[in-house]
């Protein structure tokens, strides 16, 4: 997982080994955090409530979530924060 600031409930990752033009393969990952219901997953506002609810899943990700969705693929230079 690529560091920085990440919003629920997508994560970005690099893909290890991999550079292109002295840059980074990123790809943004979507899950669906376990415990979440499909239904407020797909409804942008009850899923930020949820986890307004649920804090302890803000910037955390486990095992059990879900990946439902593949985002962009993108090149982009390393960052040292």
């Known amino acids: 997982m690529d560091g ?4 629920q409930p997508t994560f970005r990752y ?6 292109v033009s002295s ?5 943004d ?3 669906q ?5 499909d239904a407020v997953f797909k409804d942008a506002k ?3 409530e949820w ?3 649920h804090p302890k899943y803000i910037g955390m990700d486990s095992p ?3 990946l439902r969705d593949i985002g962009s693929a993108y090149l982009s230079g390393g960052a040292i924060d």
């Open 4 to 7: 920085g600031l990440i919003f």
């Open 14 to 19: 690099y893909v290890r080994d991999v550079i």
């Open 23 to 27: 840059k980074l393969v990123m790809v």
């Open 29 to 31: 990952l979507i899950f």
């Open 33 to 37: 955090p376990d415990g979440m219901s």
């Open 46 to 48: 009850l899923r930020g």
């Open 51 to 53: 986890f307004r609810v």
């Open 64 to 66: 059990k979530d879900i």
